[in-house]
């Protein structure tokens, strides 16, 4: 019997995982990365990654446009700033910074939820970060961008659902000070909207200073099913 090295056995076990991975969710990613970037040497650099979606994904039509929109006026907004800033107060002391990352959580042919990530250092006592949301699908048989009224059936207070469940759970949170403190009561539409789908429930996350301090960081929350309750469409989560 032939002997396998290590190393191969490695690649098998690789290639096994792939495969299970693949039967399990019954589809490849289809989709690439690209990247583009503004500079001007010792004053600002400017990187942006984002996913586009090959034209034979059944949500590429509105994936991709939307998704380079929310990215490019982002990019654009900053950079001008930027240039701003120098022609205004000179060459800063160190180079400001701004990095934009686009994350696909969940990929399927008929639901893709995306996390995206931005970073910024503009000279101030620490650099900003936060996060949006994207997600796609399908409702009567046509691609749509998602919102949280999708998931739930119709005439459902789903905001108003989702807030309630959310904001008792950040109350047990260590850091959610605005949250314990009463300030913040409920979530507004920004809130509610920033969610991604995950293989059993949704995921919330709360940027620096929107429930807390910024030394407090972020928050996430996650509900699962049968948090989500009975009003949830859970065929609409499985990308059916």
């Not at 503004?38 to 939307?66: D, M, Q, R």
């Not at 800033?85 to 400001?96: C, D, I, Q, Y």
């Not at 059993?200 to 429930?211: A, I, Q």
Request: charged fraction near 20%; hydrophobic fraction near 40%; proline fraction near 5%.
């Amino acid at each position: 019997m032939p002997r396998i090295d290590r190393q191969n056995e490695d690649m098998i076990a690789k290639l096994g995982f792939f495969l299970a991975l693949v039967l399990a969710t019954g589809f490849i990613a289809d989709y690439e990365t690209v990247e583009f970037q503004a500079s001007n040497t010792g004053c600002y650099v400017a990187k942006v990654s984002y996913l586009k979606f090959a034209e034979s994904h059944p949500l590429a039509s509105i994936i991709n446009p939307a998704l380079l929109s929310v990215v490019t006026k982002s990019h654009l907004a900053w950079v001008k700033n930027a240039k701003d800033a120098v022609k205004e107060l000179g060459k800063p002391t160190s180079p400001w910074e701004q990095e934009i990352t686009v994350e696909a959580v969940r990929s399927t042919p008929r639901l893709v939820s995306l996390s995206i990530a931005t970073y910024d250092y503009s000279g101030g006592a620490h650099p900003n970060h936060g996060v949006q949301s994207m997600n796609f699908g399908f409702i009567a048989g046509k691609p749509k961008q998602l919102t949280l009224t999708d998931f739930f059936a119709p005439g459902f207070d789903s905001r108003g659902h989702v807030s309630k469940l959310i904001i008792e759970r950040l109350k047990q949170t260590q850091g959610a000070e605005w949250v314990k403190e009463g300030q913040v009561t409920s979530l507004n539409t920004e809130m509610a909207e920033r969610f991604v789908v995950n293989a059993d429930g949704l995921t919330w996350t709360f940027n620096p200073y929107e429930v807390g301090p910024y030394a407090s960081g972020d928050f996430e929350v996650k509900l699962n099913l049968n948090q989500l309750g009975p009003k949830f469409k859970r065929s609409l989560l499985l990308g059916r």
